[in-house]
């Protein structure tokens, strides 16, 4: 029973490297969710995805993008890291069953520094 | 739009006495909510869900939130608080219709008192 898995679980990056996080889940969710989570601010959405190939922004999308190619597979990509990028990250998905959405099912989370 | 409010980013009780964790919504649809729990450096926990069939709900460890459309909440309680409980919660909600995503509260972070 993987779930969703989150790969790196920590990261240091220097400010201008790229770099991307990989999630990926085995529970054929058509939803798949980026956030970052900062102190104070809850869990803001950078990018979700409600099926391979199709893709949107959330809250906070500036500095990542995403892509669907699969339905297990759900990357974010950081182009060119920013300190403002310091956070932890967790990847999401879900199901949907008739007129609800089930809950989210959440990576371990992916703690990354940019100096 | 949709949006969530948890009206409380810190809540302090003392251990064995109730706990309220108070959440807002505002959805142009029927929405599906949900309560996460997290502890101090761990991942996100479902604590209950509401997907439109009974208004109360019950969780684990003894929590339940009770769906109220007319006051567009969907607080958590607790009759006794536990040491354990001490952690963040988040109060989520989502939408179905058309594309559909999921919106964090802030959160509130519950402390309990010895």
């Not at chain 2, 009770?66 to 952690?87: G, N, Q, V």
Request: charged share 15%.
């Amino acid at each position: 029973n993987a779930g969703v898995t989150q790969t790196p679980k920590f990261q240091v990056l220097k400010t201008g490297q790229s770099m991307t996080l990989q999630c990926a889940q085995d529970m054929n969710h058509e939803y798949m969710s980026w956030y970052r989570q900062d102190p104070g601010m809850g869990l803001r959405l950078i990018h979700y995805s409600v099926g391979a190939g199709i893709t949107d922004q959330g809250e906070v999308p500036n500095g990542y993008n995403v892509s669907r190619s699969t339905t297990e597979d759900f990357p974010l990509r950081l182009l060119s890291a920013a300190p403002s990028q310091t956070s932890v990250y967790f990847c999401a998905s879900s199901y949907r069953r008739g007129a609800s959405t089930g809950e989210l099912f959440f990576g371990e989370g992916s703690r990354l520094t940019v100096l | 739009a949709q949006s969530v409010t948890q009206l409380d980013s810190h809540v302090s009780v003392s251990e064995g006495t109730p706990v309220l964790l108070r959440c807002n919504y505002s959805s142009s649809y029927s929405p599906s909510l949900f309560w996460y729990v997290q502890h101090p450096n761990k991942g996100l926990q479902l604590l209950l869900k509401y997907t439109s069939a009974a208004t109360l709900v019950k969780g684990i460890n003894g929590f339940e939130a009770e769906f109220k459309k007319s006051e567009t909440s969907f607080h958590l309680t607790k009759p006794s608080a536990h040491m354990s409980d001490a952690a963040e919660y988040f109060c989520v909600v989502s939408l179905t219709s058309g594309t559909y995503k999921y919106i964090f509260g802030t959160g509130t972070r519950l402390k309990v008192l010895a």
